[in-house]
């Protein structure tokens, strides 16, 4: 199972987002949907689905949290067609943030939004041991702490290592800030990359583009909770904020069995014991199933 798991959220596109998604990368599928009853946001539709093999997860659950640059999926194309071809569906409807073209660090390189707000950067390379990773823009207050971050979540983590940092030379950022132009990193052995924004812009991190970790039991959640909840008024159901801005989600790895094991009623009983919740209290939880 993939420890770390992006999740998208979506006000009511998850599903056609994550069908798209799937029609642009090979190795890519469907792999799950569930529809959540009796959420804050009415009911919510759960996608689970795999791009190039990595999974991700997008939810339909109301218009409250929009997608920014902060976080983008950088994209390790093998050919300037798919560069291009990609280019062309992502960018329909979207919005380009960097045009396609050369660049000092790539041959061929394009950063846009797509028509559901995701980000993407496209680059042409030879490294191709992962081809879709997370890429973090540490930005507005979190500008200037890329590093210690990436630092942070490595300590955290296991299998985790930091690979490559490389720092802006003098006059290349505006922002006075900005430290980092690029590193690359892996937590629970899945790859990463970061940046400081060089540029002074008003958005950061977001509750949209979320990290689920996945917890074998509950000194697990635990665990992950004290690590990386460090804003209190964020913790519910299981999502917490660290220092630097970013969104978690503290779930148990057999979180569909917890929720929908039981008769509906019961699934019921356990996901209104969830909404009361802040971490995840796997007893509470399976206490709620049993309750008559």
């Known amino acids: ?10 006000d009511k596109e998850a599903k056609e987002a994550a069908l798209f998604y799937i029609s642009l990368f090979e190795n890519s599928k469907l792999l799950n949907e569930t529809v959540i009853e009796n959420t804050p946001s009415g009911d919510s539709e759960l996608v689970s689905f795999e791009l190039a093999g990595l999974e991700f997860m997008a939810i339909s659950a109301g218009p409250y949290f929009k997608f920014n640059p902060s976080i983008s999926l950088m994209v390790a194309c093998e050919s300037v067609e798919e560069v291009n ?13 960097m045009p396609l073209g050369e660049y000092p660090f790539s041959k061929w390189y394009g950063w846009v939004q797509d028509r559901f707000g995701l980000s993407w950067q496209l680059m042409l390379t030879d490294q191709t041991a992962q ?9 507005s207050d979190a500008c200037g702490k890329a590093e210690e971050a990436i630092d942070f979540y490595t300590n955290i983590f296991e299998d985790s290592e930091i690979g490559y940092i490389s720092y802006y030379g003098e006059g290349e ?3 006075a800030k900005a430290k980092i132009n690029y590193a690359a990193f892996k937590l629970c052995g899945m790859h990463f990359s970061a940046m400081d924004n060089g540029y002074d812009v008003d958005f950061n991190f977001n509750e949209a583009f979320s990290l ?16 990386l909840s460090a804003v209190p008024e964020s913790e519910q159901c299981g999502w917490v904020k660290d220092q630097f801005g970013l969104s978690w989600q503290i779930v148990p790895d057999n979180m569909n069995e917890v929720m929908y094991k039981g008769s509906r009623e019961e699934n019921l009983r356990v996901m209104e014991a969830l909404y009361k919740m802040k971490k995840i209290d796997l007893e509470t939880l399976e206490k709620a199933r049993l309750k008559k």
Do not use: R
């Open 1 to 10: 199972m993939q420890k770390i798991v992006p999740h998208l959220w979506y």
């Open 85 to 97: 071809i990609k280019w062309k569906a992502l960018v329909e409807g979207g919005t380009e943030l």
């Open 131 to 139: 081809k879709i990773k997370p890429n973090f823009l540490f930005s």
């Open 173 to 175: 950022a505006v922002s």
């Open 212 to 227: 689920i970790v996945n917890c074998k039991d509950q000194k697990e959640i635990d665990y992950f909770w004290d690590q």
